[in-house]
C-alpha cells in the first residue's frame, strides 16, 4: 500500500452520448449515436440516448455528488457534434461554454478533468468529407482538437484521444460505426484513426507542452485454451489484433509485419502512404490510458468456422485459419455474461507496462447489473463492490509489484445508457431514477458502492 503516490487519481468516468442526453438542446448537431438504435441488429426493447440520463441538465448536482464521493479526477468525453456546427469548422458557442462550465465546476471540487477528445460519437457531417476511410478525417479531427486545446488547454493536464480505438475494427457494426450496414474496410479505418491520433498527440505537444496525452483502448491479456501449441499460435494472433497492433502503432510507430500479413492475407489490405508514417512515429504518447474489463481465451478455429465480428466490446469472435475466442469455464459471468477475471486485471497491467515501459491510466472497468431501488432509496449492490474489492487488490498488487499506475477512473460515475443493454444495465456508483421508456423524475440516488467507494478514496486504498 505503501507504494500508492498520494496524487493518485482516484475516480470514475463517463462518455458524453451515454450520460448527457438533451441531443437537440445547445447547438448540438445529428450525431452517428443519436438513432443507433434505429439500425439493423439493434433492440427495440431498449432505449436510445436522446435523453440518457440527464447529465446536460443536471451536471451541477452530479459533479456536487462527485465530490461528496471524495473523486480526486473525472474522465468524461466532450461531444464533438456539441463542439463543431459542420465540415468547415463554424465553431458551436454554447457547446463551448458547456464544457467550461463544467470543467470550472470540477476544478471548484478539486476534481480534476481528464477530457476524451472523442468517444464514438462523431457529427454525421463526417460522411460529407468522404468518412472514416478518408483522410479528409484525419483533418477535420485535427481542426476540432485544435478548437478544444485552445478553448481548454490552460485547465486539462490530461488529454485522451480517442476511446477504443481498436473496437473500431473489432465491433464496428456493434458500436453504430457501420452506419447502414455500410461495409467498410476496417483496417483502412484504423489507419485513418492513427493517423487523427498522431496528428493530435503531436498537436497537443505543440500548443499545449506542459499537458500530457495518451491513447485510450479497449486491451486485455488473452489465454490460450490448451497446452496445444496451435492454440497459443492462435493466442498470439489474438493478442496483435486484439490489443498490440494499436498500441505498437501510436507507442513505436510501426505495425507489426505479422499483422501487415495477415491483412494481406484475408485480402483486407490497405495502403499506408509513407507519408502518414513519417507523421505517426513522430507522435510520442506521455501516458497509456486503457479499458479493461476482461480477458479473452482463444484456440485455432476448426477448418469450416466461418468469420464472425464481436458482437459486443468484450464478446469474442472469429477469424478463420487465424483464431477464434471461446468461453473460459474457469471464470466466472456477470448477469449480462462478461467473464470476470480479477486476476487477468494484473496480468494485463503487467503486459503493457512491460512492453511500453509508460505510465498507466484505467480509464473503464466496471460491472453492469440490473440493480434495484429500494421503496427505502437505496440500492444494495453488493455484487459491484466484490468486484472492484477483488480488481483494485489485484491493481494495488501491480503497483506494488513495479507497475506504474497513476490513475483509476472505473465505468462508470453515475447510470448511463448502455450501448448495447440501455439504462437496465447499470454500472454507476450514483443511480438515476429512470427506466427504458419512463423517464420518471431522473432523481438521484447513492448506491452502496457510492459509500465504500468513498472511504476507499479516503483511505488512497487502505480500506480495501
Keep these: 500500500m505503501n507504494k500508492i503516490k498520494k ?4 475516480g470514475a468516468s463517463t462518455s458524453a452520448y451515454q450520460v448527457e442526453g438533451s441531443i437537440f438542446e445547445g447547438g448540438k448537431v445529428a450525431s452517428v449515436m443519436d438513432d443507433i438504435h434505429k439500425s439493423p441488429g439493434y433492440s427495440k426493447e431498449i432505449t436510445n440516448f436522446h435523453d440518457a440520463t440527464g447529465h446536460y441538465e ?4 452530479d459533479v456536487k455528488l462527485f465530490a461528496e464521493m471524495g473523486m480526486k479526477s473525472y474522465r468524461f468525453s466532450i461531444s464533438w457534434p456539441r463542439i463543431m456546427k459542420n465540415v468547415k469548422g463554424e465553431i ?19 476534481i480534476e478533468p481528464i477530457v476524451t477528445i472523442f468517444h ?38 490530461y488529454w485522451l484521444t480517442i476511446n477504443e480505438l481498436n473496437m473500431f475494427a473489432m465491433a464496428a457494426s456493434a458500436i453504430g460505426l457501420m452506419p447502414n450496414g455500410k461495409k467498410l474496410n476496417r483496417w483502412e479505418v484504423i489507419h485513418i484513426l492513427n493517423l487523427a491520433q498522431a496528428r493530435a498527440i503531436n498537436l497537443c505537444h505543440k500548443i499545449l507542452p506542459k499537458a500530457k496525452i495518451g491513447p485510450a483502448p479497449n486491451i486485455s491479456s488473452v489465454y490460450s485454451n490448451s497446452s496445444k501449441p496451435i492454440d497459443y499460435t492462435a493466442k498470439l494472433n489474438m493478442d496483435i489484433v486484439r490489443n498490440w497492433v494499436y498500441l505498437d502503432i501510436v507507442c513505436k510507430g510501426y505495425y507489426s509485419p505479422v499483422f ?18 513519417e507523421i505517426i512515429k513522430q507522435a510520442k504518447p506521455d501516458f497509456i490510458a486503457f479499458n479493461y474489463y476482461a480477458t ?8 469450416n468456422e466461418i468469420s464472425q465480428e464481436a458482437k459486443d466490446q468484450q464478446k469474442g469472435f472469429t477469424i478463420p485459419g487465424f483464431t477464434s475466442s471461446v468461453k473460459n469455464k474457469n471464470l466466472e459471468k456477470t448477469q449480462f455474461g462478461w467473464e470476470i477475471d480479477p486476476q487477468g486485471f494484473k496480468n494485463t497491467l503487467r503486459e503493457v507496462y512491460d512492453r511500453y515501459n509508460l505510465p498507466i491510466m484505467i480509464t473503464e472497468n466496471g460491472l453492469g447489473a440490473k440493480d434495484i431501488l429500494t421503496k427505502q432509496g437505496e440500492v444494495h449492490d453488493t455484487y459491484r463492490i466484490e468486484y ?30 448502455s450501448t448495447h443493454e440501455g439504462v437496465s444495465k447499470r454500472y454507476g456508483f450514483i443511480y438515476v431514477n429512470r427506466d427504458e421508456f419512463d423517464l420518471k423524475d431522473m432523481k438521484r440516488y447513492k448506491k452502496d458502492s457510492f459509500y465504500w467507494y468513498k472511504e476507499l478514496i479516503k483511505t488512497n486504498g487502505g480500506s480495501i
Excluded at 485552445?150 to 485547465?155: N, Q
Excluded at 507497475?403 to 460515475?413: C, E, F, H, K, L
Design 388 to 417: 472492484y474489492q477483488k480488481h483494485i487488490s489485484k491493481m494495488l498488487e501491480a503497483i506494488e509489484e513495479g507497475v506504474d499506475i497513476i490513475g483509476y477512473m472505473p465505468w462508470s460515475a453515475i447510470d448511463l445508457i
Design 7 to 10: 496524487d493518485f487519481l482516484w
Design 92 to 110: 458551436n458557442e454554447e457547446g463551448i461554454k458547456f464544457y467550461d462550465d463544467l470543467i470550472n465546476e470540477l476544478i471548484k471540487y478539486k
Design 58 to 61: 443536471n451536471w451541477k448536482e
Design 120 to 157: 464514438f460519437d462523431f457529427p454525421n457531417f463526417i460522411d460529407e468529407a468522404g468518412g472514416l476511410t478518408d483522410k479528409r478525417f484525419a483533418n477535420l479531427f485535427e481542426d476540432y482538437c485544435k478548437v478544444l486545446f485552445k478553448a481548454y488547454g490552460s485547465k486539462i493536464k
Design 296 to 303: 479473452m481465451t482463444v484456440e485455432m478455429p476448426k477448418s
Design 260 to 277: 501487415l500479413e495477415f491483412i494481406k492475407k484475408i485480402k483486407e489490405d490497405f495502403v499506408i502512404d509513407p507519408k502518414d508514417m
